[in-house]
């Protein structure tokens, strides 16, 4: 990409589509100046242009709650940017996730960021232990303990596969899933690291995906 691909509207700005790169959600939509992608590009942290106060300013310079640049791409317009981030506290003033917390329509299905919010949870009840949570009682048992569950849910999706039910092996799936996130919360193994391990396996090496 060279910047003059790029499309700056009348007043010198581009939209700018802010992503949590962890879990995928749109955590804002902000706007940048050619100087406001400058100093991103430069230091690695989110930069933007307030249209309101007409300055450029530092996303987290007040909060602390910065963010660390991972990867921008443009549209097929070259008229908006999506910038993938590491977030490092709350997006939105208010202190939630992402500014785009109200709700104006939605299904029954489930959110897209479940196993974000599970390793939340997970994190919380090991940092906060809680009488009678099932997850603090893992922690408090120790390493044996998640280990242990994890080889009898790996059993139970075994089974449930050679009695070719799909529910079961669903539900059984479910559980192992959830008891491996414990255990990487416990041994400090982050989802980043995982995708990462992924991408190297599958995607980044010559061939592409699938080989």
């Known amino acids: 990409m060279t910047m003059d691909e790029l ?3 009348q007043n010198g700005l581009i939209p700018a589509i802010i992503q949590d790169v962890q879990d995928g959600r ?3 939509l902000a706007y940048m100046n050619q100087a406001a992608l400058d100093k991103t590009l430069e230091t690695g942290e989110t930069w933007l242009f307030s249209r309101s106060r007409q300055v450029l300013w530092l996303k987290g310079e007040s909060s602390g709650n910065t963010q660390s640049v991972k990867h921008i791409s443009y549209d097929c317009d070259n008229d908006a940017l999506l ?3 590491e977030r490092h506290g709350p997006a939105c003033h208010t202190g939630a996730h992402t500014c785009f917390h109200k709700n104006l ?3 029954d299905s489930p959110s ?3 196993m974000t919010q599970i390793t939340q949870n997970i994190r919380d009840r090991r940092q906060n232990p809680k009488e009678g949570a099932y997850t603090s009682y893992l922690f408090r048992e120790g390493i044996d303990k998640i280990l242990k569950k994890i080889g009898e849910e790996t059993s139970e999706v075994i089974i449930g596969a050679k009695n070719d039910d799909r529910q079961e092996v669903t539900w059984e799936i479910a559980d192992l899933t959830y008891h491996t996130l414990v255990l990487m919360e416990a ?3 982050s989802s ?3 995708k990462t391990e992924l991408y190297r396996r599958h995607i980044e ?3 592409g995906p699938g080989d």
Request: charged share 15%.
């Open 7 to 9: 499309h700056f509207n």
């Open 112 to 114: 897209a960021d479940i």
């Open 192 to 194: 980043s690291d995982i």
């Open 205 to 207: 090496k010559e061939g």
């Open 187 to 189: 041994l400090g193994v």
């Open 105 to 107: 329509y939605t299904t």
């Open 83 to 85: 910038v993938q981030v």
């Open 26 to 28: 749109v955590l804002t």
